[in-house]
Nanobody, 125 residues
Framework: VQLQASGGGLVQAGGSLRLSCTASTRTFSMYAVAWFRQAPGKERDIVAAISWSSAYTYYADSVKGRFTISRDNNKNTVYLQMNSLKPEDTAVYYC???????????????????WGQGTQVTVSS
């Protein structure tokens, strides 16, 4: 399984970006997916997650009301729409697939087995 993350870039504070995570297999649709981020010198933190059915989502407090996670299982793709971006959102963003088939959302990175390569998001003030 390969995950391809894309959509990062440089944006001014208050701007928007949409990240995409596309999988190489159709079974992607049967797994929860999460976005994590890691800023220089900081730990990797979960940003958002979505269940395999899209029925459930999770957001870190720092992004609630600004970010939206969604998925299109027909395209084997999960999206992260990021609005009202702040300089503190600057990080490398990674998508990851939950390790358990039809498993519930989890917030620990150890619960995810396949990871994308990361896409850089830089928000200037």
């Amino acid at each position: 399984v390969q995950l391809q993350a894309s959509g990062g870039g440089l944006v001014q504070a208050g701007g928007s970006l949409r990240l995409s995570c596309t999988a190489s297999t159709r079974t992607f649709s049967m797994y929860a997916v999460a976005w994590f981020r890691q800023a220089p010198g900081k730990e990797r933190d979960i940003v958002a997650a979505i269940s395999w059915s899209s029925a459930y989502t999770y957001y870190a407090d720092s992004v609630k009301g600004r970010f939206t996670i969604s998925r299109d299982n027909n395209k084997n793709t999960v999206y992260l729409q990021m609005n009202s971006l702040k300089p503190e959102d600057t990080a490398v963003y990674y998508c990851a697939r939950r390790s358990r088939l039809r498993g519930e959302i989890r917030i620990r990175g150890e619960e995810y087995d396949y990871w994308g390569q990361g896409t850089q998001v830089t928000v200037s003030s």
